[in-house]
């Protein structure tokens, strides 16, 4: 039975979404209003706004390049996939001896190398449709294997001739370090294919348009889900890249390279001293040296704040290559290596290469970018900043010429 203080809340709950609504508008539209002239000042800033809007135009034009190559390589994907998975089912629904026996000897041999660490130890013979396997294999190894071998399209029976031993002992063919190539399902492998995107991306908007008919929480971990996957499927890196959760060292891969003219033998005096890095680069504020080959770094973080780790050489070649990483434990973990390649005519190409983790991983990696520190952009202007100084004293060091 309704009692009549039941109406008078009803009455009062539609008061206040009828007070709120109009409320949320207005924040709606006062933020809207805000980021619109934040981008107006933005690019219409009189000293630096016609460089910004350059640099827009250049990244509108290289989404719009990388948006139609993609297009492209799914368009060519997405057919072969599909006339793969075509032949695939039609492959298992023909009759097993319809296959000849050369083609399915092929196709056994290439099954065996994914499931038996040493292939060359199984001998393989093919008689309409029969399958006989022969020589030696690990006992850990038999039973995958057999399974994989019965399971390759045309193969009728299969006849187990092989001796099986728990250790290879001192059994010639299984001798050596060896490790099968198993294969991995596409979206347990670290790139995936423009098809496997397409399909996660499909399959995550549907999840995300049936989530409003679920309870709030189970709404929340389906789309907390669907988010993650769109993150997945937009940047196509492993989702422990992207959080910096268990990826160690490796989130974000850095790479570039610049051509001087200069010796290696001039460029590195400039390089493997960690000392002159604080005059050549900026953002360096300290290195102190620790001695064997460890240091300490103190370099300009964002918003102001400064970031601090220790390194290790792990290799040093003379007037070649400098390799380190940070210890474990690391705030800001990451590996690198810095290459000298001469090129000729007095000139080097030099070389970095660097793989680092973020706080937040790729994410972090995106909000640093945001904040206005590119690690991508820096490291370029470093590199430029040792090209000026290599050939300013290469310029300073070379005798004058006299003029008559």
Avoid at 334 to 341: E, F, K, M, N, Q
Wanted: net charge positive; charged share 25%.
């Amino acid at each position: 039975m309704r009692t009549s203080a039941q109406p008078q809340r009803d009455r009062y709950a539609d008061i206040v979404l009828v007070e709120r609504s109009p409320l949320r508008r207005t924040l709606g539209t006062a933020g809207a209003g805000v980021c619109a002239g934040a981008v107006i000042q933005y690019l219409c800033d009189p000293d630096r706004g016609r460089t910004r809007r350059a640099r827009v135009r250049d990244k509108a034009a290289h989404a719009t390049h990388k948006m139609y190559k993609g297009v492209a390589v799914l368009s060519s994907d997405l057919p072969k996939r599909g006339r793969g998975a075509v032949a695939g089912a039609r492959h298992r629904l023909r009759a097993r001896s319809a296959v000849d026996d050369r083609i399915l000897y092929e196709r056994v041999r290439a099954e065996l190398g994914r499931y038996v660490s040493h292939p060359h130890a199984v001998e393989v013979h093919v008689d309409g449709g029969v399958v006989a396997l022969t020589g030696d294999i690990l006992s850990v190894e038999e039973q995958r294997a057999r399974r994989a071998v019965r399971r390759v399209p045309g193969v009728r029976r299969v006849d187990l001739r092989w001796r099986t031993h728990v250790e290879a002992g001192a059994t010639p063919g299984l001798q050596g370090p060896s490790r099968p190539r198993r294969p991995v399902p596409e979206l347990l492998q670290q790139r995936w294919s423009p098809s496997a995107r397409l399909f996660v991306a499909c399959c995550t908007a549907l999840v995300w348009g049936l989530t409003g008919r679920l309870p709030r929480p189970l709404s929340w971990a389906a789309r907390t889900a669907c988010t993650a996957l769109a993150l997945r499927v937009v940047t196509n890196l492993p989702l422990r890249r992207i959080t910096g959760i268990s990826s160690g060292r490796r989130a974000i891969d850095l790479q570039d390279a610049i051509s001087i003219a200069a010796s290696p033998e001039n460029i590195w005096p400039l390089v493997s001293d960690y000392r002159l890095y604080q005059e050549i680069m900026p953002d360096v504020l300290e290195v102190r040296l620790l001695g064997d080959g460890r240091s300490h770094w103190v370099i300009a973080g964002p918003a102001g704040t400064c970031v601090r780790f220790d390194a290790v050489e792990t290799r040093r070649e003379e007037n070649r290559e400098i390799a380190w990483k940070t210890p474990d434990g690391q705030l800001f973990a990451h590996v690198g290596a810095l290459r000298l390649t001469p090129e000729g005519k007095g000139r080097t190409r030099v070389q970095v290469q660097m793989a680092y983790n973020p706080a937040v991983g790729a994410i972090g990696h995106a909000v640093a970018k945001l904040l206005g520190v590119d690690p991508v952009h820096k490291l370029r202007e470093d590199l430029m900043r040792l090209k000026t100084v290599a050939e300013g004293e290469q310029a300073a060091a070379r005798p004058a010429v006299a003029h008559v």
